[in-house]
Nanobody
Framework: QLQLVESGGGLVQPGGSLRLSCAAS????????IGWFRQAPGKAREGVST????????YYSDSVKGRFTISRDNAKNTVYLQMNSLKPEDTAVYYC???????????WGQGTQVTVSS
């Protein structure tokens, strides 16, 4: 069974940067890609970014486009989310999950807290 483990969260000031990592037990073509999601207290889960395992194509939500960059290292079975120009509204628990299809996400990680505050 696929396992995903997030890391890299923390406290950062507005305008700062963080890089999150999502380490997968394996990369296979059983699923389309890996996605990053976030959930702030009292808010619905939001899709942030996805990357295809097959061809590396990417997707970003409008709220992070131009500030966040998703990438993958196939040799390390790891997907990264580089977050720049962070804003207080980016504060949330960030999760990664395998993307099997339209709104079909499985094998969620445990999450990593990102707090943007001065």
């Amino acid at each position: 069974q696929l396992q995903l483990v997030e890391s890299g969260g923390g406290l950062v000031q507005p305008g700062g940067s963080l890089r999150l990592s999502c380490a997968a037990s394996k990369f296979t073509l059983d699923y389309h890609g890996i996605g990053w999601f976030r959930q702030a207290p009292g808010k619905a889960r939001e899709g942030v970014s996805t990357i295809s395992i097959r061809d590396g194509s990417t997707y970003y939500s409008d709220s992070v486009k131009g500030r966040f960059t998703i990438s993958r290292d196939n040799a390390k079975n790891t997907v990264y989310l580089q977050m720049n120009s962070l804003k207080p509204e980016d504060t949330a628990v960030y999760y990664c999950a395998a993307v099997f299809g339209w709104e079909d996400y499985r094998y969620w990680g445990q999450g990593t807290q990102v707090t943007v505050s001065s």
